[in-house]
C-alpha cells in the first residue's frame, strides 16, 4: 500500500526555536495533506489543509504565523513551527489521501514526537 | 457544528468475547465513516470503512452503520489481548477528504 513517511520521528529542541517537520508521500502523488496534533490522551486535532502549490488552509485557532505550512511538490509538505515553547510539545501526525481513490484510502504518516524544553 | 462522539472508556472486555464500540456523529449529512485504531505513541490505523447502512464485515470486525439514528459502531469478535488499542471514528461531511474525529474509546482486553 501507499507509504506516507515523516521525519523526524521525534525531536527535542529548547524554547523559542524553530523545528520544521517533513511529510512525505512515498509512492503517490498528493496534491492535499493534512497536518494534525494529538495531546496526550486526547483525540487528533486537525491543525491544516495542505494544499500543493497554494497557500495552506488552518482551522479556527492554529496561528498560521507560528504553524508554517510548505506544499512545494506533489510528495513533500512541511510544518514548521517557529518560536516554540513547551506547550506547543504534542505529536504531530500527517495523512495524504492519494488522488482518485476515494477517502477510506487516507495515509497516516508514523507521526513526529515534539518535546520543548 | 459538525460533531462525532464516543464514550472515552475504558472499555474492559474479556478475552473471546465481543466488544462493542459506538459513536454518534451530528450531521446527517455525514457521508462516509471509519474505524481507526490507534496503539499508544503510534499514529492512527485504518480498521474499517462503512459507506451504506447495514453491516460490514472484515474478518473478526464487523462495522455497522445506521443513518437514520446517525450512529455507527464496530464489533469486534474473539477479542485478543492485540486488540487493545484506543479505537478512533470519524466521518467526512463532504468530498474533500477531512476527516471530523471522535474523541477515541479506549479498550483494554483482558486475558
Known amino acids: 500500500g501507499a507509504v506516507v513517511s515523516q521525519h523526524p520521528s521525534w525531536v527535542i529542541c529548547k524554547s523559542g526555536t524553530s523545528v520544521k517537520i517533513e511529510c512525505r508521500s512515498l509512492d503517490f502523488q498528493a496534491t492535499t495533506m493534512f497536518w494534525y496534533r494529538q495531546f496526550p490522551k486526547q483525540s487528533l486535532m486537525l491543525m491544516a489543509t495542505?494544499?500543493?502549490?497554494?497557500?495552506?488552509?488552518?482551522e479556527q485557532g492554529v496561528e498560521k504565523d507560528k504553524f508554517l505550512i510548505n506544499h512545494a511538490s506533489l510528495t513533500l509538505s512541511t510544518l514548521t513551527v517557529t518560536s516554540a515553547h513547551p506547550e506547543d510539545s504534542s505529536f504531530y501526525i500527517c495523512?495524504?489521501?492519494?488522488?482518485?481513490?476515494?477517502?477510506?484510502?487516507?495515509?497516516f504518516g508514523p507521526g513526529t514526537r515534539l518535546t520543548v524544553l | 457544528q459538525k460533531e462525532v462522539e464516543q464514550n472515552s472508556g475504558p472499555l474492559s472486555v474479556p478475552e473471546g468475547a465481543i466488544a462493542s464500540l459506538n459513536c454518534t456523529y451530528s450531521?446527517?449529512?455525514?457521508?462516509?465513516f471509519f474505524w481507526y485504531r490507534q496503539y499508544s505513541g503510534k499514529s492512527p490505523e485504518l480498521i474499517m470503512s462503512i459507506y451504506s447502512n447495514g453491516d460490514k464485515e472484515d474478518g473478526r470486525f464487523t462495522a455497522q452503520l445506521n443513518k437514520a439514528s446517525q450512529y455507527v459502531s464496530l464489533l469486534i469478535r474473539d477479542s485478543q489481548p492485540s486488540d487493545s488499542a484506543t479505537y478512533l471514528c470519524?466521518?467526512?461531511?463532504?468530498?474533500?477528504?477531512?476527516?471530523?474525529w471522535g474523541a477515541g474509546t479506549k479498550l483494554i482486553i483482558k486475558p
Open positions: 470519524a466521518a467526512t461531511f463532504d468530498s474533500n477528504y477531512q476527516l471530523i
Open positions: 495542505s494544499n500543493e502549490g497554494s497557500k495552506a488552509t488552518y
Open positions: 495523512s495524504a489521501p492519494p488522488p482518485g481513490q476515494g477517502t477510506d484510502t487516507q495515509y
Open positions: 450531521d446527517r449529512g455525514s457521508q462516509s
